[in-house]
């Protein structure tokens, strides 16, 4: 199984084996392709509706699930793409509130490739120009899109003129492609990290971001300033406090709004960020009332989910299952502040080979009662002994999920974690798939 998985519908099967077979040519760090395959389908990056275009290391994807979850109680019709799928392609793909449909996914992806031809595009870029038809051929007031990798070379930075722009948390992540030599761009790592994502910063377009250490926000105000982009820092232009609510404030005044039921604490940072967005724009109306249940409304799989009766957790009886996809330094330190205060808990993780161990480990220490590696299904996985270094429990493996939680006898809650592949499976194996 590949990133881009499966389909039970032969004619989506198709045209995902011919994605499967794409690769991006090496070294290659240009939108020139993308803009070409774009223009050969008549542009539908200039004809979608407004779009709010969101970056960053970690809670992007929550930040656009905030995003859709306001505009939706605030009666706005929202397309949305986001990324990685945990089970299914179509996740990355919705269209008015659903996800997309199996045959116009299936048509509209043979569209694109054999517009492509002889071009040799990624497997991004077609997912972007085939989200980008959807967009543009079925009505929406709003489209809420999410970057793949960094900003300035993703596919989806094609877009001319979005209504604004966000930059949620940044850190350290996907290093072999954002930290790339390059002549001209910034040597220390979070500061090119910074550059990257800043790279979607458009002319006259609001861009809203979080706050970062000093040498990110030096590249961030330099990317605004180059583009001509209004920048709104928290911390300077807009600020937001969580303790039993959400306290956010800027120059236009003050809000309170209810906690996330979303878990972890940088979910509050993640909502403010989506108001703070929806506040720097002048199409969409969004009382307050609407922006405080569509936070509480969001929900957004593998990101700190406890998970619920299934096949899975029947196999780990009495015990809280729960289920994160991060991969990273920042992915780590979220799920560790989450469990803190609660009692050790048992750890079952599988990690891609290109990730580093120690970003879900170091953040644990002291939390864990046991360890148990799974492979990352259908990925290069690291195997048991790399994970010894960093922890002072046993590292045990099993061949699967089942295994690994039913050989867990002492008492404890469980967290499965450190891949979103590993995510989507525990999700398709427990049955709850996203939808």
């Not at 699930?65 to 089970?87: D, F, N």
């Not at 010894?388 to 295994?403: C, H, K, L, N």
Request: proline letters at 8%.
């Amino acid at each position: 199984m590949k990133d881009f998985a499966i389909s039970d519908d032969p004619a989506v099967q198709a045209q995902l084996d011919r994605l499967g077979a794409l690769t991006l040519p090496q070294g290659r760090l240009s939108l020139d392709p993308v803009r070409e395959l774009c223009a050969r389908l008549g542009d539908p990056q200039d004809s979608m509706p407004p779009v709010l275009h969101v970056a960053g290391t970690n809670g992007k994807g929550s930040t656009c699930a905030y995003l859709r979850s306001i505009l939706e109680t605030a009666g706005y019709t929202v397309h949305a793409a986001t990324k990685p799928h945990l089970v299914r392609y179509n996740e990355r793909i919705r269209i008015a509130g659903k996800l997309i449909d199996d045959a116009l996914l299936a048509e509209l992806l043979k569209e694109v490739l054999d517009a492509a031809g002889e071009m040799s595009p990624s497997f991004f870029e077609v997912t972007t120009v085939a989200t980008f038809l959807a967009f543009a051929r079925i009505p929406a007031d709003a489209c809420v899109i999410e970057t793949g990798l960094g900003g300035r070379f993703d596919a989806t930075n094609v877009m001319k003129v979005p209504l604004v722009c966000g930059i949620a948390t940044l850190g350290l992540d996907h290093e072999a492609f954002l930290l790339a030599p390059e002549d001209n761009v910034p040597a220390e790592p979070l500061a090119r990290i910074a550059f990257e994502k800043a790279g979607i910063a458009k002319p006259g377009v609001p861009l809203v971001t979080q706050a970062y250490p000093a040498i990110a926000t030096r590249e961030i105000e330099a990317a605004a300033a180059r583009a001509g982009a209004p920048l709104f820092l928290r911390g300077r232009d807009w600020f937001a406090e969580a303790g039993a609510s959400i306290h956010y404030r800027d120059e236009r005044g003050e809000l309170t709004l209810p906690l996330p039921a979303l878990a972890g604490a940088h979910q509050a940072d993640n909502a403010a960020l989506a108001v703070a967005m929806l506040r720097r724009q002048r199409i969409f109306e969004v009382p307050k009332d609407a922006a405080g249940k569509g936070i509480v409304d969001t929900r957004w799989p593998a990101r700190l989910q406890r998970l619920g009766r299934g096949p899975l957790t029947d196999l780990a009886p009495g015990r809280e299952v729960w289920l994160d996809g991060g991969h990273n330094p920042d992915a780590g330190a979220a799920i560790a502040r989450h469990f803190a205060d609660q009692p050790r808990m048992h750890l079952v993780m599988g990690m891609l080979s290109s990730k580093d161990p120690a970003a879900i480990l170091q953040p644990l220490s002291g939390k864990l009662l046991s360890v148990s590696i799974v492979p990352a299904p259908g990925h290069e996985a690291h195997a048991p002994a790399d994970f010894a270094p960093f922890t002072d429990m046993p590292v045990r493996s099993f061949p699967d999920f089942a295994s690994a939680l039913s050989a867990i006898d002492a008492p404890g809650d469980v967290l499965i974690a450190g891949s979103l592949y590993v995510a989507g499976d525990v999700l398709r194996l427990n049955r709850q798939i996203p939808d």
